[in-house]
């Protein structure tokens, strides 16, 4: 190699090493710079040559001739770029999640003073009140009250979820136009790069804008990024490709009729899903997390109304006179049929008194005919219409084989009389449905001359009696049916007719004159009735045959002489089809849709026996047929003119329906008309009386009766799971929040120990790359000395 060879390889060294000392320095004014990709310089050595010298032998060697900067190459893992994008992605959906559902679990302020929980059991704790002193003005107050703050309590709450969604709508718009000005950005660092790599090498700083971008973008939303040969990337979000090179395709924010202004993403006129990150996380707060909590909202305000309604419009108020009127205010929908949803059907006959109660079948199972004989035991009918006989119709007694079943099957009925059991050991030995009165036992040989008075609906009786005959004949001829007597088996027995509410015997209050029953030392006794307050079904149908009703094709198979209206209650219940069945104080047969069919009965086919649909008081018709009650395909003017006689309940389609939530305006003004009593039944309904708190009672029955949440819980018991679940998802999140996060952040400190600046690193680089600057220069220095003795001394003597 000659001295200009060797000249110019210490030249490229000196330059070499002064590009390396570039980059190096381009490194550590940038070590603070966010997104920077330090940079390493790639040298390599130039083009040998092969040359044959005098010092070779003849030989040809090879002389390499001094190094150059091929490239800068950035120093980056692209693996480790992908997955703290997708951690990232995952991070800022659960980050988002947790901190709405951690707002809405603080709206529903529990536990605290304010919380829709606590409103609750303050409104039942004021009817708890009322049932002790239903005659106290200030516990009506309260009720009526404590009822209001708990309607403004869910309006408020549903207020706030309201504008919690409309709060994320707008950040969705919002949003899309970031993406837009992300998208926008990257489509122009593309043809930057592109024009800069065709002109010279890798164009790094615009390569780690591009990827900073790439990595708020991921934040947004789930990315998919595929590179090219040329340093052109497209990019895809969800199942879209929004990006290529340097175009892009605007995502639109547009939006859809009916679903109040709720901006939806668009590329071109395909929907745009997002699948991961903040957009993933708003757009399921707002159109799944929140409307879910509104409607169980909904659900709980739509069930409290409705059901105490129909309770509440069973009874008196403390006058006796005012009965049909409702607690809660309507909030049947206002709109037409087809835009509305068929939430409740309640039938208009009485199901717990038909025309005739002829039918009383035995809980207990017989395997063979008991052959009983009534004869010998000490059954006894008492009747206000009456005198009372002893009850010994051996054929009123049937065995059933096939059901392996004992009945009643009288056909003077069992409505209007009561059939006790002296000595207890009948009814119950038997199985049959008992329920307790209370009567008086006298000794008939310790009967002497006596007066008895008592008053009853506003009417006076006076017995006299001078002997046991006397006794039991002015009882059951002067007590205006609501007494009756018998003599059996030495003893006297005065007996409550069902004239009586309940046939409660302490009712009448008898008024002793001459202190007699004291005198003949009566007792009152504890006995046995036949309870025919939840008839079986066949009472209602006039047969024994077995029939069938479905729901969605599930078949409900119902035996008349064994099921009763409850029996057929949690049979429909039990079918899980979103259908739920209930029966008011009063009889009324009920049927409501729950969430699982979105509180439509529409959604749902129900057919069955018409006798039956008629018997529960749905429809006038009563035939054999088996008919579809209610289907998908049934028109609104076919509903109107089908359920003509039932009582049905439309609601709106929308959310918010405790918006409409109201107390009674009449109430409000007047809490004193406050109904309390459901009376009594003795032919039809009566007014038992102000101290009567029965529709309370009904009512608060509510409290833990599995009615909500397709008849799986209470009412108390579904508030508690509403705060239970917004906690379990709130927990959720947070734990996995925390979980991306740390995952995050330990990609992160890889990614940055990959990428990162040391600036110990590059002063260790500087001082190399100046060591070899400065011995390149050397060389030169040398081979200028060496060239200065060629010229200059060579050949000199």
């Not at 403004?152 to 919002?174: A, P, S, V």
């Not at 990315?223 to 892009?248: A, E, F, P």
Request: glycine content about 6%; hydrophobic content about 35%.
């Amino acid at each position: 190699m000659t001295l200009n060879g060797l000249l110019n390889t210490g030249l490229l060294g000196v330059y070499t090493n002064k590009i390396a000392m570039s980059v190096v320095a381009h490194n550590i004014s940038n070590s603070n710079t966010q997104g920077f990709s330090r940079q390493s310089p790639v040298i390599v050595t130039t083009n040998p040559i092969n040359l044959t010298t005098i010092g070779s032998g003849g030989a040809a060697l090879s002389f390499g001739t001094g190094s150059t900067v091929s490239d800068i190459q950035r120093v980056r893992d692209e693996f480790l770029d992908l997955q703290f994008r997708e951690t990232s992605s995952r991070l800022n959906y659960w980050e988002n999640i947790y901190s709405n559902v951690h707002y809405i679990e603080q709206l529903f302020g529990e536990p605290g003073e304010t919380g829709l929980r606590n409103m609750y059991d303050s409104y039942w704790a004021s009817i708890e009140e009322l049932k002790t002193d239903p005659s106290n003005e200030a516990a009506k107050t309260q009720v009526v009250s404590r009822a209001e703050e708990l309607v403004n309590t869910m309006k408020d709450l549903n207020y706030r979820l309201e504008e919690l969604k409309n709060d994320i709508n707008n950040e969705i718009k919002l949003r899309i136009d970031e993406i837009n000005g992300y998208l926008k950005r990257i489509a122009d660092l593309n043809q930057k790069i592109l024009t800069s790599s065709s002109m010279s090498g890798s164009p790094n700083d615009l390569l780690d804008e591009r990827d900073r971008l790439l990595d708020k973008l991921s934040e947004l939303s789930n990315i998919r990024i595929t590179s090219h040969s040329n340093g052109q990337i497209s990019l895809s979000m969800g199942d879209k490709v929004v990006l290529n090179g340097s175009s892009y395709q605007e995502i639109r924010s547009l939006t859809i009729a009916e679903t109040n202004d709720a901006y939806y993403a668009y590329v071109g006129s395909n929907l745009l899903t997002f699948n991961d990150g903040k957009m993933s996380a708003l757009f399921e707060l707002r159109d799944e997390i929140i409307p879910s909590y509104q409607q169980q909202l909904d659900e709980f305000g739509l069930y409290l109304v409705d059901t105490t309604n129909l309770i509440y419009k069973e009874g008196w108020d403390s006058t006796g006179t005012i009965t049909g009127a409702n607690f809660f205010a309507d909030i049947s929908t206002k709109r037409g049929f087809e835009n509305s949803r068929f939430f409740r059907i309640a039938g208009n006959s009485d199901v717990f008194h038909p025309d005739e109660i002829k039918h009383v079948t035995s809980l207990s199972s017989f395997y063979s005919d008991p052959s009983i004989d009534l004869n010998n035991f000490d059954l006894y009918t008492v009747d206000a219409a009456a005198l009372p006989f002893h009850y010994n119709d051996n054929n009123s007694i049937k065995y059933d084989s096939t059901n392996n079943a004992i009945y009643f099957d009288d056909t003077s009925g069992f409505q209007d009389k009561l059939l006790v059991d002296i000595e207890g050991d009948f009814l119950r030995e038997y199985g049959f449905p008992t329920k307790e009165i209370k009567a008086y036992k006298i000794d008939s040989a310790k009967v002497i001359p006596g007066n008895l008075e008592f008053e009853m609906s506003g009417a006076n009786y006076n017995i006299n009696f001078s002997n046991a005959v006397d006794l039991v004949s002015n009882i059951n001829s002067g007590s205006g049916g609501y007494l009756k007597a018998e003599e059996i088996d030495g003893f006297i027995y005065i007996f409550p007719t069902t004239k009586i509410p309940n046939a409660d015997l302490d009712t009448i209050v008898l008024n002793d004159i001459d202190g007699s029953l004291s005198q003949m030392e009566a007792q009152k006794v504890t006995l046995d009735v036949l309870d025919t307050s939840q008839p079986t079904l066949n009472n209602l149908l006039g047969s024994n045959e077995k029939i069938e009703m479905s729901i969605n094709g599930i078949k409900i198979e119902i035996n008349p002489l064994k099921d009763t209206v409850y029996d057929l209650v949690d049979k429909i219940n039990a079918t899980n089809t979103g259908v739920t069945a209930s029966v008011t104080p009063h009889g009324s047969f009920v049927l409501r849709a729950g969430n699982l069919i979105d509180f439509d009965l529409k959604n749902v086919t129900i057919k069955g026996p018409e006798k039956l649909f008629n018997a529960l008081g749905f429809i006038e018709d009563d035939s054999n047929n088996i008919v579809t009650l209610i289907s998908p395909d049934i028109s609104p003017e076919q509903i109107d003119e089908k359920f003509s006689k039932a009582d049905l309940l439309r609601i709106d389609k929308e959310l918010g329906i405790v918006n409409q939530i109201s107390v009674s305006s009449n109430l409000k003004e007047n809490p004193s008309l406050l109904a309390t009593d459901l009376g009594y039944y003795d032919i039809n309904y009566s007014p038992t009386g102000a101290g009567n708190v029965s529709v309370w009672d009904e009512i608060s029955k509510m409290y833990d009766n599995s009615v909500l949440d397709n008849g799986r819980v209470g009412f108390s018991n579904f508030l508690g799971n509403i705060v239970t679940d917004i906690g379990v998802k709130g927990e959720t999140a947070d734990k996995m929040r925390l979980n991306s996060e740390m995952l995050n952040s330990e990609i992160s400190l890889e990614k940055e120990r990959v990428m990162g600046v040391s600036i110990d690193e590059e002063m260790t680089n500087l001082v190399k790359y100046q060591q070899a600057f400065n011995a390149s220069a050397r060389v030169i220095t040398a081979v200028n000395q060496m060239m200065e003795t060629v010229i200059n001394n060579l050949g000199v003597v």
